[in-house]
């Protein structure tokens, strides 16, 4: 990969697993990386800091935050929790404020991560009941999707990535185990069943 040291980042997720391989990635190569974090103070904010990135406070609701660590920079990566039972809206409301904030503040490309397989619903229209109790999950993940492509934002590309083996690691899913499969040698697991020589 190329140098950087003329661009700047902002970084959604930096203290997370995506978000954090981003600046990971864009560090070595000279870029500045700007983040926006809930609490400076926080061991993951510090972590951050201490390897130069800029910190930038706030919450995915707060515009004008949002635009300060929008402000000048070249690009960003952006990555939304889905809603939940408490808040089933947040991913739009969010995505709305974030790439609001992107386009006024001027950024040429944003790199947003999403999940693989938006848009099913349209192709498989006879499948839709099955998955009916996750739909406002879909809902958000597409609706965001369709934002970045209607913004005037001069370069968008969404990631749509399926699944992160990392998920499968402590502490995600201590103890998971795939059905049907006992404890292997050294912490893997095999499959019973024929043809598994147990």
Known sequence: MGDLSDKTVAVLGATGAQGSAVVDALLPRGATVRALVRDEASEGARRLAARGVRLVRGALDDAAALEALFEGADGAFTVLL?????????EMRWGATVMGAAERAGVGHVVHSSVSATGWRERLPQQAGTFAKAAGYWDGKEWVEGRLRASTIAVGTTLKPAYFMENFLPPRVSGWRPPGSRPGRRGTSEAEGEGSGR
């Not at 889905?82 to 947040?90: K, V, W």
């Open 82 to 90: 889905p809603g939940n039972a408490e808040d089933p809206g947040r």
